[in-house]
């Protein structure tokens, strides 16, 4: 009975440290935003679903998801919401985070909202600027930016700077989520937040716009890690080159969806005398993997650490299209 005993506490042990661990998802979604994360306690979260559900709905079936703790809607635009009409049909929700915002040029917001209103058992929450969300009594999550105020708007840079923006901290490691946030709302944090905003890995606001990621942002951040959600061949022109050179010139290693595929990154669990790691993206090595040319003549590619996933399936894809 001793030794069945012994097995046993291992067993819930082992079971216990899966989840000490903070795992971060940047999901491939083409031309749209959603990040998935699992927290030390087991909950999870989901911040925005992407253009369309088809990809974060194999990507959570995939990862064996049923239920989620907390769903993020940083602002009404479509690249951000209509994901989340999948995600309000075919996963359970417990909990639903939206900015007062409306925006009159959307189509399908409200039908999200009116979900989130009818899910069985779901809050609806309208966190304030500088609130604590109670999210696992491990992880510091503060929230750095919304619009909680009911408006209007047809504005798509009002809209984007209604952004629910989310630091996210844990075992002394920053995480920054700037949803589609840009220079004016950078500049607020800075004055308002700017011992919360250093950070280990930024997700890049507003997919990379020139609007975003300032110079002055930047050198407060100090981001080792830069993700960048954003699809190929994409209408604006997703990320521009003004924004990836003061990224670059920050320092932060820059990888995006585009050309890795979903990007992950894990926060270990604090261990005494052990300074946490950051483990996920690998940078794009120029001696191990080329981009083919009809690539490069889309995307800018930094020269130095610019991101790829050599396993990446749209990788695959690019190459199979440019050796035809």
Not at 222 to 232: D, R
Request: hydrophobic letters at 40%.
């Amino acid at each position: 009975m001793n030794k069945l005993t012994g097995i046993l506490s291992l067993l819930l042990l082992a079971s216990s440290n899966l989840w000490a661990q903070l795992n971060v998802y940047y999901v491939d979604v083409n031309q749209g935003d959603s990040e998935y994360i699992e927290l030390p306690s087991g909950k999870n979260v989901l911040i925005d679903g992407g253009p369309a559900g088809d990809q974060i709905y194999k990507f959570l079936k995939t990862k064996g998801v049923t239920t989620i703790d907390y769903v993020v809607l940083t602002h009404p635009h479509s690249d951000h919401f209509v994901g989340l009409k999948t995600v309000f049909n075919k996963f359970e929700v417990k909990n639903f985070y939206d900015s007062k915002l409306d925006d009159i040029d959307a189509m399908g917001d409200e039908e999200v909202r009116a979900l989130a209103k009818v899910e069985p058992g779901c809050k609806v929450h309208y966190p304030e600027i500088g609130e604590m969300l109670k999210w696992d009594p491990k992880v510091k999550v503060k929230v750095l930016n919304n619009c909680t105020k009911p408006a209007q708007s047809n504005n798509n840079d009002d809209t984007n700077n209604c952004s629910i923006v989310l630091s996210i901290s844990y075992n002394r490691s920053n995480l920054l989520f700037m949803g589609d946030a840009e220079a004016t709302i950078e500049a607020n944090m800075i004055r308002d937040f700017k011992a919360d905003l250093p950070a280990y890995a930024l997700k890049v606001g507003h997919h990379g716009s020139r609007g975003a990621s300032s110079t002055e942002f930047l050198n407060v951040v100090k981001p080792k890690v830069a993700i960048i959600s954003v699809g190929l061949n994409n209408v604006y022109g997703h990320p521009h080159r003004e924004a990836l050179d003061r990224l670059r010139a920050s320092g932060a290693k820059i990888f995006m969806t585009t050309t890795g595929g979903t990007q992950s990154l894990s926060i270990p669990a604090p261990k005494k005398g052990v300074e946490p790691v950051l483990e996920g993206p690998v940078p794009y090595d120029p001696a191990a993997v080329q981009l083919p040319p009809a690539v490069k003549d889309i995307v800018y590619v930094p020269p130095v650490e610019a991101p790829i996933n050599v396993n990446s399936e749209v990788l695959g894809q690019l190459q199979q299209a440019a050796a035809k």
